[in-house]
């Protein structure tokens, strides 16, 4: 299967700092990424849905300025936590959609952000 | 709308028991379903995933899943539990046609299996 790669796999930062997480597909092209988060022992919530050469789409929710993505290129999508606290802790997991077929996303390994 | 709703948010086998993971879904189109495995600290791995072709779907590591439209159900089973088995589980659901794959996810089973 297609391969999605996300970095980093952990990041502890302190609070009030920023910190960009990448996603990468790294043997297709991606059209539409889709970044979750997911808290301890919980599932996986929809923060946006990324698009290449536009803006954003996000959840209900989700705070667009404090969670900014952007997806600059068909391979590569980031997501920034800006001014991060303690409660943005959490487990954050991108996936993506190849091109041209809408059957399956492809997940990263995931981001384990720990705000300190 | 979509959801998917698993029954049972821990499921405990022996080692070579059978493993039912339930898993029912409420979609207002024809929907695709996903099992997706996770180990500790990871992303999610695709087990297996109904695209409207067979109902009954053959995945990796030996699961298989049957969709029942009658019960609006697609179940996840397994022979034969392995210890290599224990992890998170979650079932998926996303609308026909794609609508971009955006995936509504259950609460999720963590299986666990006993020696």
């Known amino acids: 299967g297609a391969v999605v790669s996300q970095h980093p796999s952990r990041v502890i930062c302190k609070s009030g700092t920023s910190v960009k997480i990448e996603c990468r597909s790294l043997?297709?092209?991606?059209?539409?990424m889709f970044w979750y988060r997911q808290f301890p022992k919980q599932s996986l919530m929809l923060m946006a849905t990324s698009n290449e050469g536009s803006k954003a789409t996000y959840e209900q929710g989700v705070e667009k300025d404090k969670f900014l993505i952007n997806h600059a290129s068909l391979t590569l999508s980031t997501l920034t936590v800006t001014s991060a606290h303690p409660e943005d802790s959490s487990f954050y997991i991108c996936s993506a959609m190849e091109t041209g077929l809408n059957t399956e996303a492809f997940f990263g390994q995931g981001t384990r952000l720990t705000v300190v | 709308a979509q959801s998917v709703t698993q029954l049972g948010s821990h499921v405990s086998v022996s080692e070579g028991a059978l493993v039912l993971l339930r898993c029912n879904y409420s979609?207002?189109?024809?929907?695709?379903l996903f099992w997706y495995v996770q180990y500790p600290n990871q992303g999610l791995q695709l087990l297996l995933k109904?695209?409207?072709?067979a109902t009954l779907v053959k995945g990796i590591n030996g699961f298989e899943a049957e969709f029942k439209k009658s019960e609006t159900s697609f179940h996840l089973t397994k022979p034969s539990a392995h210890m290599s088995d224990a992890a998170e589980y979650f079932c998926a659901v996303s609308p026909w046609g794609g609508g971009g794959n955006k995936l509504t996810f259950g609460t999720g089973t963590q299986l666990k299996v006993e020696l």
């Open positions: 043997d297709f092209q991606a059209t539409t």
């Open positions: 979609s207002s189109v024809p929907p695709y």
């Open positions: 109904y695209t409207s072709a």
